[in-house]
């Protein structure tokens, strides 16, 4: 890559150097016409008209091939910075992606990308080789004709980068709007399509038309003060090029009457004003370009500033499991600390045993599962592994060792097949196929048209509750974990089928540390051991037969969910 910056600034130069030949070759030319003889006429203006061609040849020549040069370094930066951005997100803490708002994010990182190529292009392309072309002519017009001259056109291009800047400055306040506008409407549309269902549910399209319309008005608006500042800087920059020429055209007009300049001078500083104008046109642009880029990539920045929650410390072990015992052990936790969850959990997983979790919503049930995957850090306690705090091991050896069924299942927008060898990266399709049999999903995958090759559809939407779920399950299946979670692992599935999966599910957990988050009490009777979770702890525990005779909560959840269960199937009147 340095080789190639390199070689293109050499491009770059001789580029430059080769344009400002151009106006010379001009010149000479056309006092050749004006001033030479009949004998000559016919050789010398020839070949300085066709120096003049391979000098604008040459230019351009070294200037495609700078582009060409330099395009696989802009290329390189923008995917050495988005792959920097995206390892980056997945390492944030999972407080921030719960907080974030995915369009306005996405949108964000684009622009940054985008601004990475940008900014190397235009101050190295633009930028620098407008300052060289400067010099060069600044020097060349007062070697060859005249000091006023070169000062005037030195003037010229002062006033109008300084105009610029100052115009643009302004100008930019317009644009930062335009890209908060854009940024919210885009969040918006995100939003709302990521929740098409719940919009139809409740028949809200004009309503969520309207909101999306209110943030493109503010755009719009935004937009239109843009233009309308672009106007008054080109009408502003075209004026002061037009006093600089004019100014250089009755000079040189002066000298040719007096003798002094002939009228091939008068066109080479004609010409030299007028090749500056286009890089110089370019220069609001370019000039307002870098300014946007620089704050698109701050905003970027300020992504790849944030720090995570939960990082390895140095050093950090990877977790030796040899029988996978779990132990919470004086546990406190609080998403806010207005509002604890967790207040004081002991909670031993001996190995191989299956332990299950029940109560009521918010008791922070699921809250155990992120402690002991660690997307969070406990408050108060400890969370150990075979006798490890899960603070002192790596996360990537932790979450290898922990296999989890969520309660509501997500899939990537691919094929079925993509999503259960996700459990297991490299799997082969007979192993994925196996794990699909033991969740009871194969035979549904195969009655599919493309069967394995299905696409899912986005978040897994074109499959129902309980055919996410078992793919769910297959994954897990697959990954083969020394330690199961089942957070709910089968709430959507109908009883017929969760009584299929169960038995695969106790087959899996066999030899393996279990825990089970369950709201249906029917999945947990087997359980090693049931703890009873409310807001206040831990308020009973011990196996089903256990809690049913000692009549306390769990009895009283028990009987509610069979009277419920009744009521749903009620009993076959007799004959």
């Known amino acids: 890559m340095r080789a190639r910056v390199v070689l293109a600034l050499a491009f770059l130069v001789l580029s430059k150097i080769a344009i400002v030949f151009v106006p010379i070759f001009y010149k000479k030319a056309v006092d050749a016409l004006t001033l030479a003889d009949s004998d000559i006429l016919l050789v010398v203006p020839v070949g300085i008209i066709v120096a003049y061609g391979l000098a604008r040849v040459a230019s351009l020549g070294f200037s495609e091939a700078r582009d060409a040069i330099f395009a696989r370094v802009g290329q390189r930066a923008v995917r050495t910075v988005a792959l920097e951005v995206f390892r980056h997100l997945h390492q944030l803490s999972l407080r921030f992606h719960l907080d974030r708002q995915t369009g306005g994010l996405s949108r964000i990182i684009e622009r940054g990308n985008r601004a990475v190529e940008l900014l190397l292009r235009i101050s190295l392309f633009n930028l620098i080789p407008t300052v060289i072309e400067l010099v060069l002519v600044f020097g060349i017009l007062w070697y060859m004709l005249d000091l006023v001259i070169a000062c005037i056109t030195l003037a010229t291009v002062i006033i109008y980068i300084i105009y610029t800047m100052i115009v643009t400055e302004w100008r930019i306040r317009f644009r930062r709007r335009m890209n908060e506008a854009d940024t919210s409407a885009n969040t918006r ?15 809200a399209e004009k309503h969520e038309a309207g909101r999306y319309d209110e943030r493109l008005k503010n755009y719009e608006d935004a937009a239109v003060k843009s233009n309308v500042s672009l106007a008054a800087l080109n009408f502003g920059q075209a004026a002061i090029i037009s006093v600089g020429i004019t100014l250089i055209m009755l000079i040189s007009a002066s000298g040719i009457v007096s003798g002094t300049m002939t009228v091939g001078d008068f066109v ?11 890089p110089l046109n370019l220069f609001g642009f370019v000039y307002r370009e870098i300014k946007q880029a620089l704050i698109d990539i701050e905003q970027m920045f300020q992504v790849l500033a944030l720090g995570a929650d939960i990082v390895d410390k140095p050093g950090a072990a990877r977790l030796a499991t040899a029988g996978a015992a779990i132990r919470f052990e004086g546990v406190g936790f609080a998403y806010d600390e207005r509002r604890p969850i967790l207040k004081g959990i002991d909670l031993f997983v001996p190995k191989g045993h299956k332990v ?15 402690l002991l995957y660690r997307f969070y850090d406990v408050d108060l306690g400890r969370v150990m592994i075979d006798g490890q ?16 069924v969520p309660q509501d299942t997500v899939l990537f927008n691919d094929t079925i097949s993509y999503n259960i060898a996700y459990g297991r990266p490299g799997a082969t399709r007979d192993e994925v196929e196996e794990a699909a049999r033991l969740a009871h ?28 779920q078992r793919v769910a399950i297959a994954r897990t299946i ?23 999966i169960q038995a695969n599910l106790n087959n899996l957990a066999k030899g393996r540390t279990t825990l089970v988050i369950a709201h249906r009490l029917s999945t947990v009777v087997d359980a090693d051991e049931i703890l009873v979770l409310e807001a206040s702890g831990i308020v009973e525990q011990g196996c089903h037969a256990d809690l049913i005779e000692k009549g306390g ?23």
């Open 268 to 278: 080479l500083a004609n010409t030299y004003l007028m090749q500056l104008y286009q």
């Open 553 to 575: 909560t769990y009895a009283g959840m028990w009987r509610r969910q069979q009277e419920h269960a009744n009521v749903l199937m009620p009993e076959p009147l007799s004959d």
């Open 389 to 404: 705090d899960v603070r002192d091991v790596t996360q990537e050896s932790l979450r290898a060792a922990i296999g989890i």
């Open 478 to 500: 697959l990954k083969n974990p020394k330690i199961l979670i089942f957070d709910e692992a089968t709430s959507a599935l109908d009883t017929h089928t969760e009584r299929a």
């Open 189 to 203: 549309a995100i939003d709302s399509l990521l929740n098409y269902e719940t919009v139809k549910y409740f028949g």
């Open 356 to 370: 299950a979790i029940v109560g009521p919503s918010g008791a922070g049930k699921s809250t155990l599962a992120r």
């Open 441 to 468: 999903i194969h035979d549904f995958i195969n009655n599919l048209p493309d069967g394995y090759n299905t696409m899912v559809g986005e978040r897994g939407l074109k499959l129902s509750g309980g055919e996410k």
